[in-house]
Structures are given as C-alpha cells and as structure tokens.
T-cell receptor, first 115, second 118 residues
Framework: QKEVEQNSGPLSVPEGAIASLNCTYS??????FFWYRQYSGKSPELIMS????GDKEDGRFTAQLNKASQYVSLLIRDSQPSDSATYLC???????????????FGKGTLLTVNP | DAGVIQSPRHEVTEMGQEVTLRCKPI?????LFWYRQTMMRGLELLIY????????DSGMPEDRFSAKMPNASFSTLKIQPSEPRDSAVYFC????????????????FGSGTRLTVV
C-alpha cells in the first residue's frame, strides 16, 4: 500500500510569515510530486509540481524534494489570508511493469493565515 | 478548454433512491478518476479508467456503487440504493494517459458534486 502522510494541522501562521507544509511518502520509486490547494467548498487545484531533488520556486511558493529521505515540502513566503486553504500532497508512482500508474494523495494540511 | 465538467453541482435525495453523477473529462485526457471526499476520510479514490476501461475499482465501497465510461468524453457514477452515509462531495478528475503525461501534469479536477442523502 503506497502511503502519503501529511500533518493534518491546522497550521496557523500570522500574515507575512513563512508557512511550511510537509509530506512524507512510502514508495521509494515515486517519480514526481504535486501540491494541490483546496479552498473550502472548492475542488483541488494544482499549484506546484517537482520532479528532481532540490528546490523549485514559483513566486511566493517553493517546493522542496529530498528523495533519499522520501520527503517533500511546500514553503509559502509572505503568507496572505488568501492562502488559507487545505494543501494536499500527491505522489506519482507506477508499478514495475509500467502498466498501472496513478497519483496517491495525502489527507491534506489545513493552513490558516491570520491577519 | 472548459476543464473537467461535472453535473449536477448539488444533489439532495431520499434514502433508497438512485443517484447518477456525471462527468465529462478534458478532451484528449484518456485517464478518468472518481473520488469521494469527506471530512473524516479525506480524498478517497473510488475507481479509475484508462481509455474507457476500468483499471482499478478496489475503492468502490460496495455493490451499491457502479461506474461506467461508455466513451472517451463521458462517465457516470451511480449509487443504487443511496444511503445517508453516502453523503459526501464526489469529484471527477482526468489526466493524460501516458506515464510521461501523468507524471508531468498530474490530475485536473472537476468542481465536484455535493451529494446529500436524507
């Protein structure tokens, strides 16, 4: 059973601070990693993807990947109240024959940014 | 592109009634996924299709649930008979079929159907 673990939170940070969201995964062969943001009552939307070890920056968002530690994180700099949402980590993996592949989602971390 | 289109947006039905949820994936996406989301269990994968063929339905909770994909542009999830514990938000998502496509682009979700069974 491929597992993706996230701290359910809630994570509460003041406006302007850095929010750090973490995710661990069990399948060492996982190939790519995604962060989705889900506002209350809305559907998940893709905000970041990362495939290689290291950091990937997109505006105020930075995704970090460490495959040796099986760990991926999302940093949100200068957090805004509009960033308040649930953040879902998703991991892409396939079986050895390449016939079955899909994303596995964590349960999400609720982030609250306080004005 | 209009994205993944789901209907209806909201459904309220009485226990025992049949419920049909509908999904139109993004054109060219050959993988389609049905999820259920609740506060307690999070996002649960019910079933997914590749090229209209069901690949993994191990997440379908019981025989009351069934899903079909008669062509590349349409899928249904049916619950018969419905029960109050089926109340949840049901999402449909689609993705490119290839390993490379899915690995690079992930899934795109529809707006969801909020089902309430009373």
């Amino acid at each position: 059973q491929k597992e993706v673990e996230q701290n359910s939170g809630p994570l509460s940070v003041p406006e302007g601070a850095i929010a750090s969201l973490n995710c661990t995964y069990s399948d060492r062969g996982s190939q790519s990693f995604f962060w989705y943001r889900q506002y209350s009552g809305k559907s998940p939307e893709l905000i970041m993807s990362i495939y290689s070890n290291g950091d990937k920056e997109d505006g105020r968002f930075t995704a970090q990947l460490n495959k040796a530690s099986q760990y991926v994180s999302l940093l949100i700099r200068d957090s805004q109240p509009s960033d308040s949402a649930t953040y879902l980590c998703a991991v892409f993996h396939s079986n050895s024959g390449g016939s079955n592949y899909k994303l596995t989602f964590g349960k999400g971390t609720l982030l609250t940014v306080n004005p | 592109d209009a994205g993944v289109i789901q209907s209806p947006r909201h459904e309220v039905t009485e226990m025992g009634q049949e419920v049909t949820l509908r999904c139109k994936p993004i054109s060219g996406h050959n993988s389609l996924f049905w999820y259920r989301q609740t506060m307690m269990r999070g996002l649960e994968l019910l079933i997914y299709f590749n090229n209209n063929v069901p690949i993994d339905d191990s997440g379908m909770p019981e025989d009351r649930f069934s899903a079909k994909m008669p062509n590349a542009s349409f899928s249904t999830l049916k619950i018969q008979p419905s029960e109050p514990r089926d109340s949840a938000v049901y999402f449909c998502a689609s993705s490119p079929r290839s390993i490379t496509g899915m690995a690079n682009y992930g899934y795109t979700f529809g707006s969801g159907t909020r089902l309430t069974v009373v």
